[in-house]
């Protein structure tokens, strides 16, 4: 009964371990390993790295009232979409209206004055031709004529500013956007400087993403990024790195991607977005499955396929992607070598290939 037992308990284990050498068989009383194949290829590999942040706007001016008056007119309320020089708010105009009248009317005297006085300093000159007059006085009619020239130039000037306070007592939008903040009711009286409106422009966009402090060294300016945002789910925008912020603190170990992007249209600022920026890129990489590599005591190593035979060839192994493991030395592309059973396999075993 001791020997039955024993018998039986050597048959449970052995069973397993039969299970796991199902890909071997016996063959002219040799050990032959059943494996599949492949070829080493050559492949374009690039790495990714993800993160979420957010979406900025590029431009958020706060309009404010560049002369002094009380509102009149309100064009504009929160939420708006505007366009570029679209009128936002009206200011009372009757005092620049008067200033700007009040210049018209000096220079329309002034003018009078220079004719008078040219004509003046005509005739002393021609006294003085005459020897009829003193030089003198002739030299006092040309002073008072330069002084009316200044003074007349000057009153152009105010002209010309009265004119442009007046302008601006109409409120125009400096950027197509929308209006997320207004500041004033009609009937407010405003100063030079007061806050009016809070315009965020939706035309150029920044997108900020946080990296982990790991990455510092394989981020850079001009690396290509993409990027999604649920505002827009089927929508994906590429872009590059136009800056790097080093914001590393004690409390995030981080630092600040960011991209500058144009709006593809649905997005708005202040909404989640994912992106992607490739860090790494290989061309024409030689890859193979990631399970034809095998650790050995000599290191990684592949089993090249040579008639009923393998070859244990010892390799440097590079980026692993998506089941894929790219080989940077050892190998070249179109080498055939063994994949399923290549852990079974070991130097010159005798291998049978299993054909699909």
């Given at each position: ?69 009380r ?16 009128p ?22 002034l ?15 021609r006294?003085?031709?005459q ?17 009316l ?12 500013q ?5 302008e601006?007592t109409?409120?125009l939008s ?28 939706l ?18 300016v ?30 995030n170990?981080?630092?600040?991607v ?16 994912t ?17 034809s ?10 089993y090249?396929?040579d ?14 992607l ?20 290549a852990g079974f396999l ?11």
């Amino acid at each position: 009964m001791m020997r039955l037992a024993s018998t039986l308990m050597l048959i449970c284990l052995w069973l397993p371990l039969a299970a796991m050498a199902a890909p071997e068989e016996q063959a002219a009383g040799s050990r032959v390993t059943v494996v599949t194949t492949t070829r080493a290829g050559l492949r374009d590999l690039e790495v990714w790295e993800t993160s979420v942040g957010q979406l900025q706007a590029r431009t958020a001016p706060t309009v404010a009232a560049e002369v002094g008056g009380r509102i009149v007119v309100i064009h504009a309320d929160v939420g708006d979409r505007v366009q570029r020089d679209q009128p936002l708010l009206g200011l009372d105009r009757t005092d620049f209206l008067l200033e700007q009248q009040a210049a018209e009317a000096d220079i329309q005297r002034l003018q009078a004055l220079v004719r008078a006085q040219k004509l003046k300093v005509g005739r002393l000159r021609r006294l003085v031709q005459q020897n009829s007059t003193s030089q003198s006085a002739l030299d006092d009619a040309e002073a008072q004529l330069g002084a009316l020239d200044a003074q007349l130039l000057s009153s152009r000037v105010r002209l010309q500013q009265a004119r442009r306070k007046l302008e601006k007592t109409g409120i125009l939008s400096p950027v197509a956007g929308r209006v997320d903040r207004r500041f004033v009711s009609v009937g407010d009286y405003v100063k030079a400087g007061t806050p009016l409106f809070h315009i965020t422009s939706l035309k150029r966009l920044r997108v900020k993403l946080p990296y982990p402090e790991s990455l510092v060294g394989r981020l850079r300016v001009g690396l290509p990024a993409r990027l999604d945002s649920p505002v827009a789910p089927d929508l994906t925008v590429t872009g590059r790195i136009t800056e790097i912020r080093p914001v590393i603190t004690v409390a995030n170990r981080s630092i600040e991607v960011i991209i500058d992007v144009d709006n593809p249209g649905p997005w708005d600022p202040g909404a989640s977005v994912t992106g992607r920026v490739r860090v790494e890129r290989r061309d024409g990489a030689v890859v193979v499955p990631e399970i034809s590599v095998i650790k050995r005591p000599a290191g990684d190593v592949v089993y090249l396929i040579d008639g009923d035979r393998v070859r244990q060839q010892v390799v440097r192994t590079g980026l692993r992607l998506d089941g894929m493991v790219e080989i940077t030395h050892g190998l070249t592309a179109g080498q055939e070598l063994a994949v399923d059973g290549a852990g079974f396999l070991t130097d010159g075993a005798r291998v049978r290939v299993a054909r699909p």
